[in-house]
C-alpha cells in the first residue's frame, strides 16, 4: 500500500511556472505507475500526465507540450512541472499511482487529496 501526498499547488498569473510534488510511501515505489489527474469544479477528473516504473511518459493533449512529468525513485517523489499555465488548468491536481502485480489483487491504485492549482487571467 502506498500513501500519497500532494505539495507545490498555489495562486499564480497566467504564464507562469509552478512544480508540484507528490511524495510517497512505501518501499516499493519504484513499481508504481505514477500519474497526476485534475478536476475543475462541475467537471469529470481528467488525465493530465503519467510517468511509467520505466519512466516511459505520456501526456493529455491540452498540456503536451507545457506540462513534463517526472520521477525520482531515490526519493519516492513525482513531480509536475507546469510552465505557460493557463486560466483553464485551474483545478485540484491529484497524484495517482497505480501498481500492476502478478499475483491477487491483479491491480492496485491509490490516490493523494489533492493539491489547488488557481491560475489567475
Known amino acids: 500500500q502506498v500513501q500519497l501526498e500532494e505539495s507545490g499547488g498555489r495562486l499564480v498569473q497566467a504564464g507562469g511556472s509552478l512544480r508540484l510534488s507528490c511524495a510517497a510511501s512505501?518501499?516499493?515505489?519504484?513499481?508504481?505507475?505514477m500519474a497526476w489527474f485534475r478536476q475543475a469544479p462541475g467537471k469529470e477528473r481528467e488525465f493530465v500526465a503519467q510517468i511509467s516504473s520505466d519512466a516511459i511518459t505520456s501526456y493529455a493533449g491540452s498540456v503536451k507540450g507545457r506540462f513534463t512529468i517526472s520521477r525520482d525513485n531515490t526519493k519516492n517523489a513525482v513531480y509536475l512541472q507546469m510552465n505557460s499555465l493557463k486560466f483553464e488548468d485551474t483545478a485540484v491536481y491529484y497524484c495517482?499511482?497505480?501498481?500492476?502485480?502478478?499475483?491477487?489483487?491483479?491491480?492496485?491504485?491509490?490516490w493523494g487529496q489533492g493539491t489547488q492549482v488557481t491560475v489567475s487571467s
Open positions: 495517482n499511482a497505480v501498481l500492476f502485480r502478478t499475483t491477487t489483487p491483479r491491480r492496485s491504485e491509490y
Open positions: 512505501g518501499r516499493t515505489f519504484s513499481s508504481y505507475f
